[in-house]
């Protein structure tokens, strides 16, 4: 599952390089067609082409975003994302002239903006198709496939299950009913049991929960239930009240709410990106000679190398390779997967003095600057205890949502070492679900406070 998920975030990922990179591309092809190709025009600065070029792509990935194509895409029918790009594109177009002569006083051919108009939205949709077919193949080898357990019954149920097993929606697999009520959908093997006992029989990656109006207590329950065990579920919601403070959107027509999700937009996304890759630059630029000097204290210490590497778990389940500094001697035990304790005789000196006072976590500012993690985030875990975690710990799989952190909610509030690992989930929990750039800053600024003081480091 967790392949899969890695697998659906590189394709979120390509989409965005490739969108941007089409943009620009049909952008200076209509300058070039234009004045160029076309007989009788004039040549305008191509430096001032090049940097509304730059202008365009980040007004037409803000209209892309904004029509929900970033989200959950490969599942929209070809139709709908068809009509979506082509309306994208009229937005982005309008809201580009728009600031053109409003803001910036700047006069361009129209001619150029026709060109640039067609071009763009038919090259924006052969090059989705081309990427989401390329997406596709992966499936007819039963990869990327989403597995759904389907939650209640009821006519939203049905028409919901109607529309993934008639093929319209590609990479989505129904494997089962869960208290269908004598409602059950035939073609779907019938679960007996609560959810918990069913979620942890057949593991599926995604909860789709839809009951009658009637029922709605107990659907209530059920969507309180799922919350906990899973990274994805989907509500169908019946009544008008379901929708007070959800993201309704449309699964071919029919209203759905994607339930856990990170309190994310793209935008949000992008500008924490900004933000830890250019203070992690400042900061790495800023403390070199520091890093040196640790670097060379570790080295005189014990034999063996210097920075510490170790696979940890980061965002949709992505594996990378975390940095620190080595504050144990180079010893095999250092392959297990036990915690550190108090007085651990693995420490060496200057290696108790670097985790008391966080300073071996430094290296990781190159992990944030690579784009493994954030600055603020939930700390990552090892690949063979998240999986332990993941069988025994519910709600733990929703930490990978957003990227492991450098310092998280849980370590400003004393909660890393040898503390509560549940307690330490609700805190990374609550800031996934309360996300906002000044709780980042919150975090930051108790970071340089806590980190060196914090009695439960070791």
Known sequence: MLNRKASAYSFFVLRIIFDSIVVFVSWMLAYYLRFYVIPGGVGAPLVQFLWLGLL???IFLIFLNGNKLYQNSQ???WQAEVQSVIRSAMEGVFSFVFVLYFFFDIRISRMSIAIFSLLVALLLIVERIILKNRYFASWSKNKNIRTVLLVGHGEKMNQYYHEIANGKTRGVKAIGQLNSNGHPIKALQQFQGNLHEVVSLCKPDMVVISYPTQEYEIERKVV???LSLLEDVVLIPNLPQSYI????????KIPVAYLNDANFSFLQRVSKRLFDFLLSLLITIAISPFLLLLALLVKLS???P?????????EHGRVFTMLKFRSMNNDPKLATVAWTTKDDPRITKIGKFMRKTSLDELPQLFNIIKGDMSLIGPRPERPELVEKFLEEIPGYQLRHKVKAGLSGWAQVNGLRGDTSLVERIDYDLYYIRNWSFLFDLRIFFFTFITGFINKNAY
């Open 56 to 58: 365009v792509v980040i």
């Open 245 to 252: 403070g959800l993201n309704i959107t449309e699964f071919h």
């Open 224 to 226: 309180s239930q799922s």
């Open 75 to 77: 599942e929209l029918p």
């Open 302 to 304: 014990s034999p063996g």
């Open 306 to 314: 210097v920075i510490f590497k170790q696979k940890r778990i980061t």
